[in-house]
C-alpha cells in the first residue's frame, strides 16, 4: 500500500511517501481502506519525537480516519464490506477495568493510533472490531475524518473534566484550532457565553458564526484585559487552554473566583510559569485533560448525526503531500482541521 511515514525524527521534510506492507486484520479485527485523514498536534509531536516516549521506526502518523471496510479477521461479524466507518483513535485492550467505567483514556494501557500504533496516513489500516463505528452520509470522507480526535478531547475537556454549565461563561483559546472549533459549539450547546480568541482578523467571522458571543485579537489586545473588560472585572468561570507558556500566566488572572482551567496540550512549549498567588486565593482548579473514552466518542458522533456538532474542515491536501499539510498548521494559518485524501 501507499503511505506517509517516517525513518527519522525532524520538520516536515522527513514525511516520506512510498510503499509499505499491508496490513492484514487478526482475529476479531476490521481492515479498513483508507479515505481520509486528519491532522492533528499530536501528529507533528509524533514527527519530531517525543521525550521518553519510544515510536518504532519507520512509523505511519495519523489518529483521524475515515473510510470504508475491506474485509475482516476471523470472529469479527460486525461490518461488510463496503460499509462506511470512522476509527476510535483511543483504544484498550479488552477487559481492561478502565474501558469498563467508560474511564479508558485513565488506564495505562492506553492507546492512541499514529502514536503507539500505525495510524492512517495510508491506504489501509487495521483495528479491533469494537472500536469501528458506521456513520452516515450527512458529512464527507474528511468532515468525519475531522471530527473523532479533537472532537471527543473538546467535550471530555469541557463536560467531564471543567463540568461546564448552562449560564456560566467560558474562555475558549483559539477559535480557529481544530479542537477550538468544536470547543466553541460544545459550550453553545451547553449553555454557556463563549468567548474565543483568534490570532487572525480574518478568522473572526467564522469564529462567531460557530456561536462565540465574542471573538478576542489576541495578536491586537490583551486578552486577559479584554476578559475582565467584557465580564465586569468578575472573570469566565471555565477556560479551555490547549496552547502553553504563551497563554498560561495570563490565564489564571482573567479566572473568577472558584474558576477552573482545563488543559490539554502545549502547543507553544512544554512548560509554564503559575503564580501560586492566584492558585489558592481566588480557589482555583487546573484541571488536565487526555482525549477520552470511547462511550464519550459515541455521545461526540450522535452529535455530529444530530446536527449540533459541525465538523469544521479547513483544507484538505492529498496523501503525498502531507509535508506541506504539516507547514500550514504549524503556521497556524489554518481554520478548522486539516484532512489528507488518501483515495
Sequence with gaps: MKAVFLRRHGGPEVLEYGVRPDPKPGPGEVLVSVRACALN??????RQGLPGVSIPLPHIPGSDVCGVVLSTGPGAGRFKRGQRVIVSPGQVPPGDPEGYAARDSYSHRFR?????????????????????VPVSSRWSDAEWAALPLAGLTAYHMLVTRAGLRAGETVLVHAAGS???AYAVQIAKTLGATVLTTVGDPRKVTPALKLGADEVIQYRREDFSEKVRALTGGRGVDVIFEHIGPETWPKNLTCLARGGRMVTCGATSGPKAEVDIRYLYSKQLSILGSYMGSFAELSRVIEMAEGGTLRPVVDRTYSLRRAAEAHRRMESRANFGKIVLRVR
Design 41 to 46: 498536534h499530536l501528529d507533528i509531536w509524533v
Design 112 to 132: 492512541i493510533m499514529g502514536l503507539q500504533t500505525p495510524g492512517g496516513y495510508a491506504e489501509k489500516v487495521v483495528a479491533e472490531e469494537r472500536f469501528v
Design 178 to 180: 481544530g479542537i477550538g
